[in-house]
């Protein structure tokens, strides 16, 4: 029996897959156009998407419902990123799914690769093996209070990295997570009570959850480190701007996206050229979810 395909994919914007994984995924089509620069606006995204019933997408251009309202064609829609809940998605999955429109994202990918940054990027600035050092003399990782918020898959990885290396790690989240306080010697803290006591805060959040503002930055104080490991801020951008101009303070993120493009270019600001979540490696693992999840959606077409 002739495997059922998609009549016509197209990705509005780089997967970032490695090549031959998109050669992959365009035989789940009859047709398909793969697009290697971002849309512009929406108009670009409708233009592109045209009457195709798949649309691939990455975590830079957004889908929303004037896109769907133009585009009655599209069945299903994969995003080749991550998808924890529908407020943080680029895709509006509310309005998808009331158009019966099936919307599939990836979890757990690159998360090991993010995990490696923190601690490359701590040790780096903790023994003054880059271009500044936190303190007068080298330090270790050993005893650093590190205050972690967001405790998902990426923040217990993180945490499990640090208790490694001897750091003194505590953390704050929406529900306390009991098995890692046990296993990992970690104390919880609300919020506020967390960015007072720790040296080191990392954030570990979903998109657009923005948690530290001018009273968390007031709090912190100076002296301290602040990392985001999310792919937007997950801090008010002038709150943060204002913080850095006390002493010793420093921010970290592996993206521009992540820190705000209004703090790049400041000393105590470092942020990387690319997702630190987007190795070799993670790409790989990303095609093939990304290949299941469109596997399992025409396997339940054909079987309807």
Same mark, same amino acid.
């Given at each position: 029996?002739?495997?059922?395909?998609?009549?016509?994919?197209?990705?509005?914007?780089?997967?970032?897959?490695?090549?031959?994984?998109?050669?992959?995924?365009?035989?789940?089509?009859?047709?398909?156009?793969?697009y290697s620069d971002i849309p512009k606006n929406n108009e670009a995204i409708i233009e592109r998407i045209g009457?195709?019933?798949?649309?691939?997408?990455?975590?830079?251009?957004?889908?929303?419902?004037?896109?769907?309202?133009?585009?009655?064609?599209?069945?299903?829609?994969?995003?080749?990123?991550?998808?924890?809940?529908?407020?943080?998605?680029?895709?509006?999955?509310?309005?998808?799914?009331?158009?019966?429109?099936?919307?599939?994202?990836?979890?757990?990918?690159?998360?090991?690769?993010?995990?490696?940054?923190?601690?490359?990027?701590?040790?780096?600035?903790?023994?003054?093996?880059?271009?500044?050092?936190?303190?007068?003399?080298?330090?270790? @990782?050993?005893?650093?209070?590190?205050? $972690?918020?967001?405790?998902? +898959?990426?923040?217990?990885? *993180?945490?499990? =990295? %640090?208790?490694?290396?001897?750091?003194?790690?505590?953390?704050?989240?929406?529900?306390?997570?009991?098995?890692?306080?046990?296993? @990992?010697?970690?104390?919880?803290?609300? $919020?506020?009570?967390?960015? +007072?006591?720790?040296?080191? *805060?990392?954030? =570990? %959040?979903?998109?657009?959850?923005?948690?530290?503002?001018?009273?968390?930055?007031?709090?912190?104080?100076?002296?301290?480190?602040?990392?985001?490991?999310?792919?937007?801020?997950?801090?008010?951008?002038?709150?943060?701007?204002?913080?850095?101009?006390?002493?010793?303070?420093?921010?970290?993120?592996?993206?521009?996206?992540?820190?705000?493009?209004?703090?790049?270019?400041?000393?105590?600001?470092?942020?990387?050229?690319?997702?630190?979540?987007?190795?070799?490696?993670?790409?790989?693992?990303?095609?093939?979810?990304?290949?299941?999840?469109?596997?399992?959606?025409?396997?339940?077409?054909?079987?309807?």
């Amino acid at each position: 029996m002739e495997k059922i395909k998609f009549k016509k994919m197209v990705a509005i914007e780089p997967t970032k897959l490695l090549p031959e994984w998109n050669e992959r995924l365009k035989g789940y089509a009859e047709e398909s156009t793969f697009y290697s620069d971002i849309p512009k606006n929406n108009e670009a995204i409708i233009e592109r998407i045209g009457d195709a019933d798949c649309v691939m997408l990455s975590f830079t251009s957004a889908i929303d419902q004037e896109v769907l309202d133009a585009c009655p064609t599209i069945r299903y829609i994969g995003m080749c990123c991550s998808l924890y809940s529908p407020e943080s998605a680029n895709v509006d999955i509310r309005v998808a799914q009331k158009k019966g429109i099936v919307v599939t994202g990836i979890r757990d990918y690159g998360d090991e690769g993010v995990r490696e940054y923190v601690i490359s990027e701590l040790v780096r600035l903790l023994q003054g093996r880059g271009e500044v050092m936190w303190k007068d003399e080298p330090m270790e @990782l050993t005893g650093v209070k590190v205050g $972690l918020i967001g405790m998902g +898959t990426v923040g217990s990885l *993180v945490a499990e =990295a %640090l208790h490694f290396f001897g750091a003194d790690v505590s953390y704050y989240s929406r529900t306390r997570k009991s098995e890692l306080e046990d296993r @990992l010697s970690m104390d919880y803290y609300l $919020l506020n009570d967390l960015v +007072t006591h720790v040296d080191i *805060v990392i954030t =570990a %959040l979903n998109k657009n959850v923005v948690l530290l503002k001018q009273e968390q930055f007031e709090r912190m104080g100076e002296g301290k480190i602040l990392m985001n490991l999310s792919i937007a801020p997950s801090h008010e951008i002038q709150a943060l701007k204002q913080w850095l101009q006390l002493p010793n303070t420093f921010a970290f993120c592996d993206t521009a996206a992540g820190i705000g493009e209004e703090v790049i270019g400041l000393n105590n600001v470092f942020a990387g050229k690319h997702s630190a979540g987007l190795t070799s490696m993670a790409k790989v693992r990303l095609a093939q979810k990304v290949i299941q999840n469109i596997e399992a959606f025409l396997n339940e077409e054909g079987q309807a």
